[in-house]
Each structure stands twice: as structure tokens, then as C-alpha cells.
């Protein structure tokens, strides 16, 4: 909305008209402070609704940031070695046993006569 030069003077007129020269500081004083407010009040609905509008983004962004400090961290290849590793360790457990019992066997052998024959 855009007044021109000349509405601006009727506009001042009427008002210097309806209420008198005396009044006019008052109500200007008046106009100020309720534009002042007006706007203070403005500044705050607008600092609450960006407030608003940031937590929820911020709160996403954290839950990104922790989901890709976890994908860092986890090795998917760990499981696997631990378990090579396990198998690894039972084949030496099995193949040690197996030679304990096999020099079990032969220590018993060696102990054993047989049958005498007459």
C-alpha cells in the first residue's frame, strides 16, 4: 500500500482537524509505542517458531551423527575372524586330542604282552 505525497497531507489534515494541534504529540507518542510494541511482539512469536522449527532439526541431526559414529565402529569382517579363529582353535584342540590318544594307544601297546603261547 503506497501513498503519494498529497495523501499523506490530507490524511495529516483530517487528523489536525478531528482532534487539534494540541493532541497530535499525544497520539503520535501513542502510534510509536504501539508500533514498538507490535513489533517487539512479532520478534518474539518469530524467535519462538524458529526456536520450534530448530529443536527437532537439531535432534535429527544428532540421531544422524550417532547412527554414523555406530556404522563406523561396527566391522562386519570381527564376527567372521572370531570365528575362524574358534575353528581354528577346535581343529588344534581335536588334533592334539587325537595325538594324546594315539600315544595313550601306543604307551598301552608297548605295555602289552599278548597271550603267552606254550
Do not use: C, H, W
Amino acid at each position: 500500500m503506497e501513498l503519494s505525497f498529497g495523501e499523506m497531507i490530507v490524511i495529516v489534515l483530517a487528523i489536525v482537524v478531528l482532534f487539534g494541534p494540541d493532541k497530535i504529540p499525544e497520539i503520535a507518542r501513542g502510534l510509536g509505542q504501539g508500533i514498538r510494541k507490535m513489533k517487539g511482539a512479532m520478534e518474539d512469536v518469530k524467535s519462538e517458531i524458529m526456536k520450534d522449527a530448530d529443536n527437532p532439526v537439531s535432534e535429527i541431526k544428532k540421531e544422524i551423527e550417532k547412527v554414523k559414529k555406530a556404522a563406523q565402529e561396527y566391522d562386519p569382517t570381527e564376527k567372521i575372524k572370531q570365528e575362524l579363529d574358534f575353528r581354528k582353535q577346535l581343529e588344534l584342540n581335536t588334533t592334539d586330542s587325537k595325538k594324546e590318544t594315539e600315544e595313550k594307544i601306543d604307551q598301552l601297546s608297548d605295555d602289552y604282552n599278548g597271550p603267552v603261547s606254550r
